[in-house]
């Protein structure tokens, strides 16, 4: 199989829906990497004993919901402020 494309050879429009298709790709890329950090963050924060019963003791489980919670406080505060900053010009 040939994987290489002539771009060249697309048209204006198949040009655009190939870029929207990388950007989506990106994103999803990025949402994945976040979550995986977050499980992460949170599970070596959180979770400190083997689980045996199956399921989170209390401590745990009120530890990760809290880490999670404030995983997406943080984010949400940064991305506000990067709007801001894209409306001022900065970025």
Excluded: P, Y
């Excluded at 406080?73 to 801001?84: C, F, G, Q, S, Y």
């Amino acid at each position: 199989m040939d994987t290489n494309v002539d771009l060249s050879k697309l048209t204006d429009n198949d040009k655009k829906e190939l870029q929207q298709f990388i950007m989506q790709e990106n994103q999803q890329s990025l949402i994945a990497k976040t979550i995986h950090n977050l499980t992460d963050t949170c599970w070596k924060k959180c979770i400190t004993n083997r689980i045996s019963a199956g399921k989170l003791d209390r401590s745990e489980e009120s530890c990760a919901a809290n880490c999670v919670d404030r995983f997406m406080d943080a984010n949400m505060a940064i991305l506000k402020r990067l709007e801001e900053l894209r409306g001022e010009g900065g970025l």
